[in-house]
């Protein structure tokens, strides 16, 4: 894996796993969806992961239309890379996942990699009272829920958006994921320098452990070579931890409340700007340097924000 000198910095700000009963700071509305997003980047973050949803429920909605109402202002504001889900929430299909990457052609896109298990039911163990209906029902049917990303979603997802140059940041939650992208590039249905996201501590995917966070790099290096950059994210209590760890084997990292709602043991975080400025402090206490948005499009060869269709 090439070594770079800057740590590109990723911060995905609502998401769809946490509802809006969890914490007071999870934005909802396109406005606070906005104000995260460029708080983030003004805290560091070279790249800012996207998803929308109602601002009524807090239900995330994967219509174009919703991106919409946020995009245009986002880009208007800061100048950071957004990145634009195509994961959705586990219990969408494939075809409404993938309309706002189509539509808006961003420069990048985020991309799972393989069907699992997402079990979020634990949640219900801390959280017991529900402002929505949905919220509960959303967190219990995740018993038997299969999060789908087949062969044949995926490329359908790089299908719809091959004319556009979006690149992707491919998740993978666990080590058959990188295998299944490992299949894409040997049949040039993508190509380097892939962007991948290791996800961990997410239930029925690989867990949180350092040998786990050592395993994903060993099979990525040996899979991919220099054709590939690192970066990684550990869901709750793995946020941080495993951000050090893997910041000091070379990765770049990825946090925000998606992924994380705290600031330390029981401590909401205020806001996504403090979880980048946290990682910050880590990267900057590790002597790493933190990349601009500019130095994030050169490292990951982006097409630009002039070539996104919003």
Not at 48 to 54: E, I, K, M, N, T
Not at 299 to 305: F, P, R, S, T, Y
Request: with cysteine; hydrophobic share 40%; aromatic share 8%.
């Amino acid at each position: 894996m090439v070594q770079q000198n800057k740590v590109i910095i990723t911060c995905a700000v609502t998401g769809a796993i946490h509802t809006p009963s969890m914490s007071p700071h999870l934005p909802v509305t396109p406005e606070e969806i906005t104000d995260a997003a460029v708080g983030a980047a003004e805290a560091g973050a070279a790249i800012v992961h996207l998803h929308a949803r109602d601002p009524e429920t807090g239900r995330p909605d994967q219509s174009p239309e919703a991106f919409g109402r946020f995009l245009p202002q986002i880009k208007q504001r800061t100048g950071a890379v957004l990145n634009l889900t195509t994961g959705g929430a586990p219990n969408m299909t494939v075809d409404e996942r993938a309309k706002p990457a189509a539509h808006f052609q961003p420069e990048v896109a985020s991309l799972n990699m393989g069907s699992m298990n997402f079990g979020l039911f634990p949640m219900l163990e801390r959280f017991k009272e529900f402002k929505h209906d949905w919220e509960r029902q959303h967190l219990e049917n995740s018993r038997s829920l299969v999060f789908r990303n087949t062969f044949a979603d995926i490329e359908y997802v790089l299908a719809m958006c091959r004319e556009n140059r979006t690149r992707f940041e491919f998740e993978c939650y666990d080590i058959g994921h990188l295998y299944n992208l490992a299949y894409f590039l040997d049949a040039k249905l993508v190509e380097p320098p892939l962007f991948v996201q290791s996800v961990f501590g997410i239930m029925g995917g690989i867990g949180g452990h350092p040998e786990d966070v050592a395993h994903m790099r060993r099979t990525a290096d040996r899979l991919f070579g220099d054709a590939y950059r690192w970066s990684v994210l550990g869901a709750g209590r793995n946020q941080m931890t495993i951000a050090a760890i893997a910041a000091a084997m070379g990765a770049n990292v990825r946090v925000g409340l998606e992924d994380s709602l705290w600031d330390g043991p029981g401590t909401l975080a205020k806001s996504n700007a403090a979880q980048v400025h946290r990682v910050r402090t880590i990267l900057e206490g590790l002597g790493l340097g933190v990349a601009t948005p500019d130095e994030a499009r050169t490292i990951l060869e982006l097409k630009g924000a002039d070539q996104v269709a919003f």
